[in-house]
């Protein structure tokens, strides 16, 4: 048993330790906050330098919200910047084309899609299309201000060098076809795709499938005459995509159409294509377009169709080639920023860009693309 004089003699170890570890705790927590406030500042700084948000449409104006909520900014290149791209010696070869493009001479060249009344120029005014969403599809822009077709072509490659989406989950369909696999976007079972421009290369087509979509594979130039069903369950049928409907459409001659030469094409817009096969309830999970140029002419006909909300996901291929008339690019220009204007919003693109100063002829843009749709709001 402890006597009163062994217990006083003890030493006060708890005293001694909770005097010293408060202290140590007071230091520890005044590094720690410090430290967090720097955290914090200097990650709120970071996202404002990779992430401004002044040229978004409709973005939040706080850079960690935008962020979240997928916007990424354009950041508008200075003339410095435009100089390298494209040198002022170059700019002093482009006299005779603006000549040409403010020339009321008719130009003698025929659109890819046989008629040209519907789709050779952009209507200025919006229109209201069957679902109610209003497509501007001249953007801010009218279809004859932009002039020079060289200043069309880089800033078309500039767009497509620049995503405008933040997507957090890309996932790969094949070969550079993405799937943004994020909410609200999220393609899944029971889903429908529809798949234009094929070559013999299903990788796409197959891994869609293999998730549990119906697959519906388009490609009027691989010499099938009729549809089947391949092991994978995709669904295809010998027909083209257009801006109109015909059974004896004349592709022009590239490298495709060689193989099977003298071919007449059965061709269909996107909305015919719905109400032949019965889709006209149900939503387009993933649209994938590569048509070898034709692309142009077919957007404004998707625009303007009243299919825009029922899309929820798309991939483009977009092309230009040598043998392109030059003056027409500036439309090619207004249709990507029309599209863009309808709610596709780019979160991932490759492209591949050709342009020679010394010879301007020497201009080609392949450019793979995905887009989310954020004006999606298809209802049965």
Not at 19 to 40: D, E, P
Not at 63 to 73: D, H, V
Not at 99 to 115: F, G, M
Not at 286 to 291: A, F, G, P, W
Request: glycine fraction near 4%.
């Amino acid at each position: 048993m402890t006597s009163q004089k062994d217990f006083e003699m003890q030493p006060r170890y708890t005293s001694r330790c909770t005097s010293s570890n408060f202290r140590r705790f007071i230091i520890v927590a005044i590094l720690g906050a410090f430290i967090i406030l720097i955290t914090v500042h200097g990650t709120d700084k970071c996202r404002d330098l990779f992430s401004s948000t002044t040229n978004i449409e409709n973005a939040p104006e706080n850079t960690i919200q935008a962020r979240n909520q997928g916007f990424i900014a354009r950041h508008t290149p200075t003339k410095e910047q435009n100089d390298k791209v494209l040198p002022t010696t170059a700019k002093q070869q482009l006299i005779e084309v603006s000549k040409l493009n403010d020339s009321k001479e008719p130009i003698d060249w025929k659109l890819p899609i046989a008629t040209t009344q519907h789709v050779s120029k952009l209507p200025e005014s919006k229109e209201q299309n069957g679902n109610g969403l209003k497509v501007n599809t001249n953007d801010s822009k009218k279809p004859n201000e932009t002039t020079n077709w060289i200043e069309a072509f880089r800033e078309l490659a500039r767009d497509l060098r620049e995503d405008d989406y933040f997507c957090p989950n890309k996932v790969e369909r094949g070969q550079l076809k993405f799937d943004c696999n994020t909410s609200p976007f999220v393609v899944q079972k029971p889903c429908l795709v529809y798949s234009f421009g094929i070559n013999n290369q299903w990788s796409f087509d197959d891994a869609m499938a293999n998730i549990g979509c119906d697959v519906f594979s388009f490609d009027p130039s691989m010499g099938y005459t009729g549809e089947h069903v391949r092991p994978s369950g995709v669904h295809f049928y010998p027909i083209g995509l257009g801006s109109k409907s015909m059974d004896d459409f004349t592709p022009r001659m590239d490298n495709y159409v060689k193989k099977n030469p003298g071919k007449k094409w059965k061709i269909r817009t996107l909305g015919d294509l719905v109400k032949e096969l019965n889709h006209s309830k149900r939503p387009i999970d993933m649209l994938k377009i590569d048509v070898e140029s034709y692309e142009w002419e077919i957007i404004p006909n998707i625009l303007q169709s009243g299919l825009v909300p029922r899309i929820k996901q798309m991939n483009m291929e977009f092309q230009i080639f040598e043998d392109t008339p030059p003056e027409r690019i500036p439309h090619f220009l207004n249709v990507y920023k029309a599209m863009t204007k309808a709610g596709f919003k780019q979160f991932y693109c490759m492209p591949s860009v050709t342009l020679n100063k010394n010879d301007l002829k020497n201009k080609r843009l392949i450019s793979e693309c995905s887009y989310v749709n954020v004006n999606y709001a298809f209802r049965k």
